[in-house]
């Protein structure tokens, strides 16, 4: 698989890379069948083991501008980890997250869903969706971007569970309260179908860019305490940060959080808790806010 090769070379070879300070890229890893990309940065004087952090660039990104437009670099020189940087395959920079090679474990796909859960440790996410969401022929789904593919917790978990019965790592989610690309919706969502997750940010006001918190990511990745030429750092966070909401607020009779609140053809509820208004997207949907 593309990621465990991508790991074990690094792992093996991570002394060779002579440009320290540097983002280099590498292209010897191994089988990768979708043509992805891959750039590392290793400090000057890495952490003894030094973790590995893979920083995966957003939509329309790609690797460099996410190696200069974040802060993982930095704190890689303050706390010795080496940083891998994939680049999409694509023309548009854009990751698969929709067709069953990505989807389905194992099936040489080029994106989170046949990586995430048996490699890594932690992991975080930034104005994301749920696994599947955006399972489908196209590479954009509507409806799962307006945060209308709502499933009960068990349906969300048995739908992952179907497709990787594995370990899973811990898991925590960012998103902005103010998003209109990917609706707000899709945190909750996440958040029923990562029913053992302990760390979840909602940003209040913030559209879909949610800012990088490359910091408190080290904390939650237990590596804050790390330094150069240290040891492995301490055991991580057991426990949720303090305020972090675990559910959304609950909504007046017939009100709605985040949902649907009119459209065309749309009998649902009409009505918003306190503090959110009914914002028409287009004539077919309407969304508190």
């Given amino acids: 698989m593309l990621f465990n090769s991508l790991l074990t070379v690094l792992s093996s070879a991570v002394g060779a890379f002579s440009a320290a300070g540097q983002l280099v890229q590498v292209t010897n890893f191994g089988d990768k069948p979708t043509g992805v990309g891959m750039f590392v940065y290793k400090p000057a004087q890495p952490a003894n083991p030094s973790p590995l952090i893979i920083a995966m660039h957003y939509c329309s990104g ?15 020189d303050t706390h010795g980890f080496i940083v891998i940087y994939p680049n999409a395959p694509t ?41 599947g969401c955006f399972e489908g022929p196209d590479t954009w789904n509507t ?28 898991f925590q989610c960012w998103h902005g309260t103010a998003d209109t690309t990917l609706y707000p919706q899709n945190f909750w969502e996440d958040i029923k179908q990562w029913t053992n997750v302990i760390g979840a940010i909602l940003a209040q ?21 790390l330094t150069p030429g240290g040891g492995a750092p301490s055991s991580g966070p057991t426990t949720a940060p303090t305020g972090v909401p675990t559910s959304p607020p609950s909504p007046p009779a017939g009100g709605t959080v985040w949902g649907q609140c009119g459209g065309l053809d749309y009998t649902g509820p009409t009505v918003c808790v306190t503090g959110f208004s009914c914002v028409a997207a287009n004539a077919y949907h309407s969304q508190c806010l």
């Avoid at 790609?62 to 890689?76: K, R, V």
């Fill in 62 to 76: 790609t690797a460099q501008a996410y190696f200069t437009g974040t802060q993982h670099a930095n704190l890689a």
């Fill in 91 to 131: 023309a548009g920079g854009c990751w698969d997250v929709h067709t069953n090679a990505t989807l389905t474990h194992n099936a040489g796909g080029d994106s989170l869903g046949n990586c995430l859960t048996n490699v890594f440790a932690p992991g975080s996410a930034f104005s994301g969706v749920p696994y």
């Fill in 143 to 170: 409806q799962c971007a307006l945060g209308e593919l709502i499933m009960t917790p068990q349906q969300a978990m048995s739908f992952a569970v179907d497709r990787y019965a594995g370990v899973r790592p811990k």
């Fill in 205 to 225: 006001c913030v559209g879909h860019t949610v800012p990088e918190q490359a910091n408190d990511v080290l904390t939650w990745f237990s590596l804050s305490d």
